[in-house]
């Protein structure tokens, strides 16, 4: 279901609950969301009002890719760039790493795996934005 955005910092600048394999209709909410949004490529569940650390990104085929408890456990290469966000009205200048390895948990047949998986350019970037989420910074 296609949620509203929440523009709130008190639910933004939360950091957010470990999800579960129970809180898979989350992850479709964020779906449907983002794929209604005319420029959004990654979205985070507090984005919705719900601070379950799971994020959502589209990859240049528009496939969607859910990403639960996401972590990045390692970066190379920072660089000062601007980005904007889909619940923030400010371009912010941020720090990211063009390359970065990331652990997080995936949905399979109903329950959560671990995954670890190393991620480059404009999706790393759209990672580390998620992730930011879910620690409750503010860009």
């Not at 950091?15 to 794929?35: F, H, M, V, W």
């Not at 890719?65 to 966000?85: A, D, F, Q």
């Amino acid at each position: 279901m296609i949620k509203d955005l929440v523009t709130d910092e008190a639910i933004l600048s939360q950091r957010c609950e470990a999800a579960t394999a129970e809180d898979a209709p989350i992850a479709q909410d964020l779906i449907d969301t983002i794929r209604a949004q005319d420029d959004g490529a990654c979205i985070a569940a507090n984005q919705i009002g719900i601070t379950k650390a799971i994020a959502v990104y589209l990859d240049d085929d528009g496939e969607a890719h859910v990403l639960y408890n996401p972590k990045v456990i390692m970066g190379l290469r920072p660089s000062k760039m601007m980005e904007g966000c889909l619940t923030r009205e400010d371009i912010s200048k941020v720090t990211r790493y063009a390359k970065i390895k990331l652990s997080y948990d995936e949905l399979v047949d109903g329950k959560l795996v671990a995954r670890r998986r190393d991620y480059t350019g404009w999706i790393a970037q759209m990672i580390q934005h998620m992730v930011d989420h879910c620690n409750g910074k503010l860009v």
